[in-house]
């Protein structure tokens, strides 16, 4: 858990060196990785909610149908409500939050495998309501024609949010904000207690916390922003349906956080991203589409078995060897293994 | 009315049994070793298909094939056990993204060597049993008998033999187990077998009733998670019996209703398992 | 029962299979560029793994064949020049990002002249691209067509309304019988299906005995829906849409469980097993839509498709028979048609070759002259409808019995199939 706190030259340099590529981006790659990259930066802040909610220890398989509630929600809003995008944004997230808080009280009853299962169970019945009921969730077909955000024309500038582009520039700012508001809960003393409640509830409710509240917290908090980037993704790509959140979707949300890494804040994030690079650019540039499935189902083999705490320990082991050499202390390199 | 209600018991038992196959096989592994084995429903497929390849294509008699079948899963699960599960014991999630990567692997690995579509595999008996109006067809009580011989043979080794009180130690309590002396690692190995040869046998025993495919594991793994919860994780026996209520229920949901509300039917179920009595119905102990 | 042949073929299948799948990494892909030789690239989007991956994969394998044969004669000659075929192909995995992100790289990196598409969960995230570029896109599935995207055409596969002709010709040759049921998957398919049997049963005089079941598409246990299905002892027993997977079981269940009626279904894949596992007896006189490719009558000179005899030959010396279903010859299909109008309009751009493919408000499809038709369905006259063969079940083997006009139904009855689509919420303006 020990790690530096404090942000050196070098930090704000790799800082600095994101930022350029981050905002370079769309314009390096080519059309097609401009539309990954939208739903890449979407996933994002996916798996990084996902780790606020997994911090209290419990590991809900709900989340993607969070996701999906926000989808729904501010699809439903600006379409059948006429609200204005931005608006039905916000709408749907809280939404998502609403819908993890009423489900909260029967689900945190149960506690590790059975909380799993149990997240999985509400998860899949409200998807499944979405599925039986044409109106108002449109069936198996879901939603279609979904309103994309609004065109900003202020006369000298026009931007134009179908381009995934300038798409892109939105979903990264909307995601920034969120990771820098997911990075905060992290560190401050709600961060703490939610570790605190992970790894010593008992002692932690003898000192008067309420583990229920704090994990309700995390579950809503992280359900929020799942529902935010559900509305990102259901404006993007103007349709939402139930098979978009169904099993399979959240045990990528799985894969990703778990190859990432689960020590650090950044290891959902690394794993998403290496992985869907992976995925979506190496191995069908290779072209056998076919086997795409078996050599991705080997890659996490190999990942997981090589690197059993996470892509992010390679990260914290590169860094552990730059500090090394510029010979500073070597406190921050004590890795939890 | 009374024909309607025998047909749909016999229509239930078929789905409890199959059901229980997987089932009990879950349980035994995640009992065990506690990994969370996201691969069990593509043992399952992988049952079936040997059935198509043993039966179907080269002709050998059914109950071979069957056999073939089984031990052509369980050794499959001795693979996944060797290469994946004992690396990364001390690692749950681990275990769980390795048994994913395994499942893309084997279903990527029967579209290659089967193709995409369906299989269809010639009828083992065409002969039934008539009650009133209701009618089982042999092939499905074969299936049904076929379940209760395996788990009366599974009961029988883990009360009686040294290696099905071993399995009982670790299911119970894995610690205390290997300070008792015995080996983790080869209990895994038999838990392993066993519980993938238990899936590939129900696999093998209904591919000729439903036209095997390469994604035929996806539904079968939920269903079986949702069985071994309200049976309790630790517990065979609640395997079992969750899996023939489980089977009713949703049979006479689906014969009255319909398949979707007899699936949200299942879930609530579950859930409400979970939330009054979370040990399940059988539970041994309550794994954190 | 030919166990030595069947065997044979597909051991060939697991070798080749595998063997290919090892190689190509190695040997790269088969996406030769014809260097010198002008080129005209076509896009495939649609699912090729996955569970939905037969909807797609054979598609692309007909289409495989197709192309080999085009340019083994050269290539296609459009307006005095010469080109050569490439198919450039893109796993959507029947998800509506991976198709929006296939349709950018398929028209704006590889230059695709035209894309042929599944449609269903991929459409929506493609249409607005499509719009704004103008690409031409075909889609198996009519209930995608939209007022909203003219450059979208449905000129194949006009599921579900060539239903009507397996109705029509029943009642036509046997008209005492008089009551029906139906059954499908509950699903997008399933639904549109269910509707426009229903306007066909009452076009007929046929009533239905009971309303009709949907079932959950996980369903692998037939028999409580059969039971529930012949509670009422219909005349007609009709299998609507159901997949693969579903038809066979459902046929067995039937069998098993005594039924004596007739059966009517849209596909019947795989008859030839459920004929093993029923009996002859059982399946004769069944009638579904989908025909053998290697039936004579498909060499009348009304059928569009070329050499269907050899296609189907082809098809299953190179992949397996097991492999084969309609699927495999649609969008070959499809692409006779795109190839003839390109030819006529002297151009491979999109937008003329779809002027001169709706040239006339008529066009060539598969199994006839056709009507381009929807707009009261769909908002837009998008759909290619002529006729469809009747297929009956003879002694075990699949025979078309007559092609009946879907048109001619639809001036008869139209009211009737807007009526029942419009129930159960299926009109293109009564989409969400």
């Not at chain 1, 997230?93 to 009423?102: D, H, M, Q, T």
């Not at chain 3, 066979?248 to 039937?254: G, H, I, V």
């Not at chain 3, 029923?278 to 009348?300: C, H, R, Y």
Request: a neutral charge; glycine letters at 10%.
């Amino acid at each position: 858990m020990p790690e530096k706190n404090t942000i050196g030259a070098a930090g704000i340099a790799g800082i600095l060196i994101l930022a350029a590529l981050l905002i370079a981006a769309p314009h390096v790659v080519s059309f097609s990785q401009q539309e990954l990259l939208v739903l890449l930066t979407i996933n994002v802040l996916v798996v990084a909610s996902y780790r606020l909610q997994t911090l209290t220890g419990e590991w809900s398989l709900a989340h993607v149908v969070m996701m999906g509630s926000g989808a729904y929600a501010s699809a439903l809003f600006a379409k059948s409500f006429g609200f204005p995008v931005p608006l039905a944004m916000i709408g749907g997230a809280i939404v998502a939050g609403l819908v993890a808080a009423l489900m909260s009280f029967p689900l945190f009853r149960m506690k590790g495998f059975y909380f799993l299962i149990g997240s999985f169970a509400a998860g899949e019945i409200l998807r499944l309501i979405w599925k039986r009921f044409t109106n108002p969730f449109g069936g198996p077909k879901g939603i279609q024609r979904i309103p994309g955000f609004p065109e900003i024309d202020l006369g000298f500038i026009r931007i134009d949010f179908y381009d995934p582009a300038n798409y892109y520039y939105l979903v990264l700012a909307v995601v920034l904000v969120s990771l820098w508001v997911l990075y905060r809960i992290e560190k401050s003393r709600i961060g703490l207690t939610f570790h605190a409640i992970h790894w010593q509830d008992k002692l932690s409710e003898s000192v008067g916390v309420d583990a229920f509240r704090y994990r309700m917290l995390a579950f809503v908090v992280a359900a929020f922003f799942a529902g935010l980037a559900g509305a990102l993704y259901a404006h993007y790509l103007s349709t939402v349906n139930p098979n978009q959140f169904d099993v399979n979707t959240m045990v990528y949300v799985l894969i990703w956080t778990i190859v990432g890494g689960t020590t650090r804040w950044y290891g959902p994030i690394l794993g998403v991203v290496t992985l869907t690079i992976i995925d979506e650019v190496i191995l069908r540039g290779i072209g056998a589409d076919q086997v795409r499935p078996l050599l991705y189902g080997g890659i996490l083999i190999l990942a997981i078995l090589f690197l059993p705490n996470g892509l992010e320990s390679l990260v914290m082991r590169a860094s552990d060897a730059l500090r090394r050499n510029r010979g500073q202390a070597t406190s921050g390199a004590m890795v939890r293994e | 009315m009374p024909d309607f209600l025998l047909q749909t018991v016999f229509n239930a038992s078929y789905a409890a049994s199959y059901m229980a196959l997987v089932a009990v096989g879950l349980v035994l592994i995640f009992g065990v070793m506690g990994v969370i084995n996201f691969a069990h429903g593509e043992l399952y497929m992988a049952g079936a298909y040997a059935i198509v390849f043993f039966y179907a294509w080269l002709g050998l008699p059914f109950v071979v094939a069957v056999g073939l079948g089984l031990f052509f899963a369980g050794c499959l699960g001795v693979l996944m056990e060797l290469a994946l599960f004992r690396p990364l014991r001390t690692n749950p999630l681990g275990g769980l993204i390795a048994s994913i990567g395994f499942l893309l692997i084997l279903q990527t690995l029967a579209v290659l060597g089967f193709g995409l579509r369906n299989q269809t595999v010639p009828p083992v008996s065409q002969g039934r049993l008539t009650i009133g109006g209701a009618i089982l067809t042999y092939e499905r009580l074969y299936v049904i008998v076929a379940t209760v011989v395996l788990l009366a043979v599974l009961w029988l080794f883990l009360r009686r033999s040294k290696f099905g009180w071993a399995l009982r130690a670790c299911a119970q309590d894995r610690e205390a187990a290997a300070l008792q002396g015995i080996s983790i690692n080869q209990t895994a190995r038999y838990a392993m077998f066993i519980g993938a040869a238990l899936a590939g046998v129900a696999g093998a025993m209904t591919a000729p009733l439903v036209a095997p495919s390469p994604f035929m594991g996806h539904g079968i793994i939920v269903t079986a998670f949702i069985i071994i919860i309200v049976g309790g994780i630790g517990s065979l026996e609640g395997a079992v019996l969750a899996a023939v209520l489980y089977a009713f229920v949703h049979t006479f949901v689906t014969t009255f209703f319909d398949g979707v509300i007899a699936n949200i039917v299942g879930l609530l179920l579950m859930l409400a398992v979970l939330v009054v009595k979370p040990q399940g119905l059988f539970g041994v102990r309550e794994r954190a | 029962m030919k166990p030595a042949s069947s065997i044979t073929l597909n051991r060939r299948t697991l070798l080749t299979g595998a063997a290919s799948a090892a190689l190509l990494p190695v040997v790269g892909m088969p996406k030769a560029s014809f260097a010198q030789d002008n080129v005209v690239k076509i896009g495939f989007l649609a699912p090729l793994t996955g569970a939905v991956a037969a909807w797609g994969k054979p598609g692309l394998d007909g289409c495989r064949i197709w192309a080999d044969w085009v340019n083994e004669a050269g290539g296609i000659e459009v307006g005095g020049q010469s080109y050569k075929v490439e198919l450039v192909s893109y796993d959507d995995e029947d998800d509506a990002g991976k198709a929006r992100t296939g349709a950018t790289q398929l028209i704006r990196e590889n230059d695709v002249k035209f894309i042929m598409m599944l449609g269903g969960n991929s459409w929506p995230g493609v249409e607005e691209i499509a719009a704004r570029q103008g690409m031409m896109v075909s889609t198996l599935l009519p209930s995608d067509l939209t007022p909203d995207t003219e450059t979208l055409i449905a000129p194949c596969e006009v599921h579900p309304i060539y239903n009507v002709t397996g109705v029509d010709w029943l009642a036509a040759n046997r008209p005492e019988l008089k009551t029906a049921v139906v059954c499908a998957q509950d699903d997008a398919l399933g639904k549109p299906s269910v509707a426009t049997y229903l306007a066909a049963f009452e076009a007929a005089g046929i009533q239905m005995a009971s309303p009709p079941l949907f079932f959950d598409p996980a369903t692998t246990d037939f028999a409580p829906v059969m039971t529930q299905l012949l509670a009422n002892n219909p005349d007609i027993l009709c299998l609507d849409t159901c997949y693969a997977d579903y038809v066979q079981p459902l046929c067995e269940q039937a069998f098993q469980q005594g039924y004596k009626g007739q059966i009517i279904s849209c596909t019947l894949d795989f008859y030839q097993r459920i004929v093993e596992r029923t009996s002859k007896e059982f399946m004769e006189g069944v009638i579904f839509q989908f025909p053998d490719f290697d039936d004579q009558a498909l060499n009348d000179p009304r059928i569009n498709f070329r050499k269907p005899n050899e296609f189907y030959a082809e098809y299953v010396k190179r992949y397996g028979a097991n492999e084969w279903s309609a699927v495999s010859w649609e969008y070959s299909s499809i692409l006779d048609l795109w190839a003839d109008a390109a030819q006529r309009a002297g151009s491979i751009e999109p937008d003329a070759v779809l002027a001169a493919m709706k040239d006339g408000g008529t066009g060539k499809h598969a199994f006839g002259e056709a009507r381009w038709w929807g707009k009261e369905l769909f908002g837009i006259d998008n759909a290619l409808v002529g006729d469809w063969p009747v297929v009956v079940i003879r002694d075990g083997k699949a025979t078309i019995a007559e092609f009946r006009s879907i048109p001619e139904w639809w001036d008869k009855n139209s009211e009737l199939l807007l009526k029942h689509m419009s129930d159960l919420g299926l009109l293109w303006n009564q989409r969400t």
